[in-house]
């Protein structure tokens, strides 16, 4: 048992299935397959969908990320996180907040009782598919420094002048998305600077290029139903606590064409709140990595140290 602190869950966002070892860690945790079954339900009797988490995810990550797939590979990962938490909530006092990263805002809303499970499932499902076409479009890049060095502000005014939006995760960690064109003009930087380059994902996530394809649901989507959430919500994206109803659906699409934030809302909490310790949800460990490279006095808890 871990004992009692100020506490806030992190729910990482759409690389949680990237490694085999991710995405088999929790599968075995009987709340995670109740949390499957439940989403499988939900799809057969909306769409009349057969669907299977398990054959799904047993798929090479170049197909579970293929545009078209998209969608479920966010439900699977939100499956994953909701399950997860279920089952640290049988072990553990409630968690005063609730951070989501990218897509782990949709977690992060169910567990904080914004929405309901069968709500969220519906709309990945529904709404994730107007972003295909967009890999035509741009990409989503990794950047990264060496140990010891950070991205200046002249970097940043670099991306910014190229009308690229860049996600600041850490000050030597950033995300970088938009038009393919300005990004092969920033894989010539990387190379004369000695930045380690990587896509992540081949359409511009977190980028302003994606906003045509998001409006065209926005309509549609403000009937969604969500709630006043029953634990603290802060935003990554505008780095406040958010708890209308209005607000938190509006972010959520949000998310999908604004950059996002980490160490912005890391050191917000800490600082602001006195939040002493962080779980990282999962199923990637990548949020607890950058965690302990930020070096804050919060201890930081894997999700599958308490559940195993």
């Known amino acids: 048992m871990v004992p009692a602190k100020k506490t806030c869950v992190i729910f990482p966002g759409l690389n949680g299935l990237f490694k085999d070892e991710d995405r088999n860690r929790f599968l075995a945790v009987p709340e995670v397959q109740t ?3 439940q989403a499988e339900e939900v799809f057969a009797d909306t769409f009349g969908m057969k669907f299977s988490f398990s054959e799904f995810l047993a798929l090479p990550k170049e197909e579970l990320y293929r545009i ?9 990962i939100t499956a994953i996180q909701v399950g997860v938490m ?35 499932m519906v709309a990945i499902v529904k709404y994730t598919r107007s972003i295909e076409g967009a890999d035509q479009v741009g990409a989503n890049i990794s950047l990264s420094c060496a140990k010891g060095e950070q991205f200046s ?10 009308n690229l939006d860049a996600s600041h995760l850490t000050p030597r960690f950033i995300n970088v998305a938009g038009s393919r064109e300005n990004l092969k003009k920033v894989a010539i930087q990387a ?17 302003r290029e994606l906003k045509p394809y998001v409006e065209t649901v926005r309509p549609e989507f403000t009937q969604v139903p969500f709630h006043k959430p029953t634990g603290r919500i ?13 607000e938190l659906r509006d972010e959520l699409m949000e998310t999908v064409v604004a950059p996002i934030h980490f160490q912005k809302p890391i050191d917000l909490l800490i600082g602001k709140h006195g939040v002493e310790r962080f779980i990282n949800i999962g199923p990637c460990q990548t949020n607890s990595k ?10 930081v808890v894997e999700s599958a140290q308490i559940l195993f």
């Open 35 to 37: 949390r499957f079954a």
């Open 86 to 120: 279920d089952a640290i909530r049988n072990v553990l006092p409630e968690p005063e907040w609730f951070l989501g990263i990218s897509m782990g805002d949709t977690a992060r809303s169910v567990c904080a009782g914004a929405w309901s499970f069968e709500a969220a």
């Open 68 to 76: 078209e797939r998209i969608s479920m590979a966010s439900a699977s």
């Open 234 to 246: 802060l935003s990554s994206v505008s780095c406040r606590e958010i708890y209308e109803p209005t």
């Open 191 to 207: 190379q004369q600077k000695g930045w380690r380059w990587l896509e992540s994902f081949n359409y511009p996530v977190h980028s």
């Open 153 to 162: 502000e002249a970097d940043l005014e670099f991306f910014s002048a190229l």
């Open 290 to 299: 950058f965690l302990k490279e930020l070096g804050r006095s919060a201890e």
